[in-house]
């Protein structure tokens, strides 16, 4: 089985800060979308061995929310770490993306400045709202057409919402990150 191979990912956290996005593919996913929901980023932080007994090991579930696309392909929303360093320690940890029980390979990081000093605290970050954003067939049946249907193309529906033409999702998602999609959502 193939591990997760999650991009866009950071090798710098601050405590708190802005969020930042991770790219699945369908393959990183298993094929099937809903696989993200269960989706968590994961710090851990090994601390020190001596004696056989490690010393300081933690581990943390960073939080993260989603938005799911029809091609089986996701992004999930990450925010920073939380914004008291007593939480977990600053210096050097390991970032995994677990989906569906599977961790990606591990990637070195650093948590805080990387320098001994009182690390500075930022506001937390409020994620966006998860969502599915779906392709539906826009088969329109008219009377001046006589009942036949005529394909004018695919929309996306957006969560529970209404419906946009695919190309124009896909172009302000592309342009604004997602926000155009989240903000239609949540009402903001």
């Not at 708190?16 to 994961?42: E, H, K, R």
């Not at 990450?78 to 050097?92: S, T």
């Not at 709202?129 to 329109?140: F, G, I």
Request: aromatic share 6%; with cysteine.
């Amino acid at each position: 089985m193939r591990r997760p191979q999650p991009k866009g990912l950071i090798t710098q956290f601050s405590y708190g800060g802005p969020s930042f996005d991770i790219s699945l593919d369908s393959a990183d996913l298993f094929g099937d979308i809903t696989n993200v929901v269960g989706a968590t980023v994961v710090l851990i932080k090994t601390g020190f061995s001596t004696h056989a007994i490690n010393m300081g090991q933690r581990l943390l579930q960073l939080q993260s929310t989603y938005t799911g696309f029809s091609n089986n392909t996701a992004l999930l929303h990450v925010a920073q770490l939380p914004p008291n360093p007593a939480i977990i320690a600053p210096g050097p940890a390991w970032l995994f993306v677990v989906v569906n029980g599977v961790p990606s390979v591990g990637v070195e990081v650093m948590l805080g400045s990387g320098k001994i000093e009182t690390q500075p605290a930022l506001p937390a970050t409020i994620l966006r709202d998860s969502s599915m954003v779906k392709a539906v067939d826009d088969d329109v049946t008219s009377s001046a057409n006589n009942g036949t249907k005529s394909s004018a193309g695919v929309r996306m529906r957006v969560g529970d919402g209404g419906y946009l033409p695919a190309w124009l999702v896909v172009g302000f998602a592309l342009l604004l990150g997602c926000d155009t999609l989240n903000k239609g959502r949540s009402g903001s």
